[in-house]
């Protein structure tokens, strides 16, 4: 491998008989003039699906591209990995360079590649997903841009190729979770109503809740407390505050097992 503006690549060198093998560069070795003919490259990057909640949707960032390729499509944030950090080092650094913030929950996906013969660039992704609170949301940059924007899961726009792919994955893995750990809670504040509860379950499952079922089964389980404090919503009484009991906070295994509230 070797470094090309600040990016991994690997050099495909062509042989004799026509077929392709892969010729691996130290850093700062430089090319022999035999090869500059060769124009395949494989392509190393991180990209990270951005999530938060705002006004009761689930939003995902997304960036215009300025260059090919699909030049002024949206696309999830991506960039290449520099040659001193590691994986999630690149994937935090995203977050940085995007909203400011580099904390709060952030896991790793799943890892796509393209197969397309007529593709310009052969590019393998490692995909994270990342789930901003509503106090993160707020200290972070929240300033929209020409180039970037929050759009609702629900109604993406056309995406680069592979994205939406990327964006789908993203939330069948949170589906998935919300069922067995406290996932759900990492798009909350530390303090929140049964009401933002609901919606984030509803945001991600992308389906309508009874309100009563979903209550009565999030009692069952036994992990909210009451803070005894209150927050208007609306022109409703004030409905009451909860908050993850300690236990489930300090060790998030003990939801694993607990029955659905959907």
Not at 4 to 13: D, M, S
Not at 125 to 151: C, G, H, P
Not at 202 to 208: A, D, G, T, V, Y
Not at 220 to 248: C, D, F, N, Q, W
Request: proline share 4%.
């Amino acid at each position: 491998m070797f470094q090309r503006e600040g990016r991994l690549e690997t050099q495909k060198q062509g042989t004799g008989d026509g077929n392709g093998q892969e010729k691996l560069l130290l850093p700062g070795e430089k090319l022999h003039p035999v090869d500059t003919h060769l124009h395949e490259y494989l392509a190393v990057t991180v990209t990270a699906v951005i999530l938060r909640m705002c006004r009761g949707a689930l939003q995902v960032l997304l960036t215009c591209r300025r260059n090919e390729p699909c030049e002024k499509m949206w696309a999830l944030p991506t960039d290449g990995i520099l040659m001193q950090e590691s994986l999630d080092e690149a994937a935090r650094r995203i977050l940085q360079e995007k909203i400011r913030r580099q904390d709060g929950y952030i896991e790793q996906l799943y890892t796509f590649g393209n197969t397309e013969h007529d593709a310009p660039l052969r590019a393998i992704t490692i995909a994270y997903v990342a789930l901003l609170n509503s106090t993160q949301m707020r200290e972070a940059r929240d300033q929209e841009t020409a180039v970037l924007k929050w759009f609702a899961v629900s109604t993406l726009p056309s995406l680069a190729s592979g994205h939406e792919k990327i964006v789908q994955y993203a939330l069948s893995r949170l589906r998935s979770k919300i069922t067995y750990t406290p996932i759900a809670f990492s798009l909350l504040a530390e303090e929140f109503t049964l009401r933002e509860l609901q919606h984030v379950y509803e945001s991600i499952l992308q389906k309508p809740l009874d309100k009563r079922n979903f209550r009565k089964k999030i009692g069952a389980m036994g992990i909210l407390e009451e803070t005894g404090a209150t927050k208007m919503e609306g022109m409703h009484r004030p409905a009451r505050l909860y908050r993850l009991r300690s236990i489930v906070r300090d060790r998030e295994e003990a939801m694993l097992f607990l029955p659905s509230p959907t």
